[in-house]
T-cell receptor, first 109, second 112 residues
């Protein structure tokens, strides 16, 4: 099956800093999503982005499907950005999302 | 927010007992999924359904069964719970293939 690798596994920032999270995948995909799991365990949809670039406030994402990677940018980080960020992909031959192991982000005040 | 309700939200059960978790959706989405989340593994697919009475296995299906008798409900059953099934279980829904997935709030299951 498809492999999904996220980096870095852990990231600690001071409030106000910017960061880039990366997701590499091993095969062609028709679907890619970024999720934020907050400290209460909720999975929150950030982006549905199989290709191209999207922005939502301080967050933006870019997927380069031909090169099999996606990037999530967080600017001017806030303590409420803390949690785990997951990338999940659906390969072209599949019918389900495969998750990476996530990036644990801690934003300190 | 997508209309997905998981029940119960928390459960403690003894080894060897049967357990059923319920996922209820109000979105009329065709696809429903059960995932488990464990430290170091992210989320892994247990079973999914692509319509009423149509289900298929995921990557970690051993020890689990599912049923979908109505569009809105997807049940996950542990016939005889084991300690290795202690986990957080998430239900997800999608309208179709290659569409955005939405997740329920999760069920924390502890098998003692």
């Amino acid at each position: 099956g498809i492999q999904v690798e996220q980096s870095p596994p852990d990231l600690i920032l001071q409030e106000g800093a910017n960061s880039t999270l990366r997701c590499n995948f091993s095969d062609s995909v028709n679907n890619l999503q970024w999720f934020h799991q907050n400290p209460w365990g909720q999975l929150i949809n950030l982006f549905y982005i199989p290709s191209g670039t999207k922005q939502n406030g301080r967050l933006s994402a870019t997927t380069v499907a031909t090169e099999r990677y996606s990037l999530l940018y967080i600017s001017s980080s806030q303590t409420t950005d803390s949690g785990v960020y997951f990338c999940a992909v659906e390969e072209t031959s599949g019918s389900r999302l495969t998750f990476g192991e996530g990036t644990q982000l801690t934003v300190n005040p | 927010d997508a209309g997905i309700t998981q029940s119960p939200r928390h459960k403690v059960t003894e080894t060897g007992t049967p357990v059923t978790l319920r996922c209820h959706q109000t979105e009329n989405h065709r696809y429903m999924y059960w995932y488990r989340q464990d430290p170091g593994h992210g989320l892994r697919l247990i079973h999914y359904s692509y319509g009423v009475k149509d289900t298929d296995k995921g990557e970690v299906s051993d020890g689990y069964s599912v049923s979908r008798s109505k569009t809105e409900d997807f049940l996950l059953t542990l016939e005889s719970a084991t300690s290795s099934q202690t986990s957080v279980y998430f239900c997800a829904i999608t309208r179709g293939l290659n569409t955005e997935a939405f997740f329920g709030q999760g069920t924390r299951l502890t098998v003692v």
